[in-house]
C-alpha cells in the first residue's frame, strides 16, 4: 500500500498548539501556502474524510 503513493507530497499539514487544542480547532497549511484559520476539529476531520472518500487530491478548492 505504501508503494502506491511514493513520490507524492501531501497536500497540507494540520497545526494544533496549545490555543487551538483549547478550543477543540485545527489550523490547516495547505501545500500552495495557504494558511487557513483555525477550524473545529470535526469540520475538517470530515471534510478530508469526503474527500479522501471521492479519490479528491485537493483539501480546500483554489485560492
Known amino acids: 500500500m505504501a508503494g502506491e503513493n511514493a513520490g507524492r507530497a501531501a497536500s497540507g499539514q494540520a497545526v494544533m498548539g496549545a ?8 489550523a490547516l ?25 471521492a479519490h479528491r487530491a485537493e483539501l480546500w478548492g483554489a485560492a
Open 19 to 26: 490555543r487551538e487544542a483549547a478550543d477543540g480547532r485545527v
Open 29 to 53: 497549511r495547505l501545500r500552495d501556502g495557504r494558511r487557513l484559520d483555525p477550524l473545529p476539529v470535526g469540520e475538517v476531520l470530515a471534510r478530508i474524510g469526503a474527500l479522501v472518500g
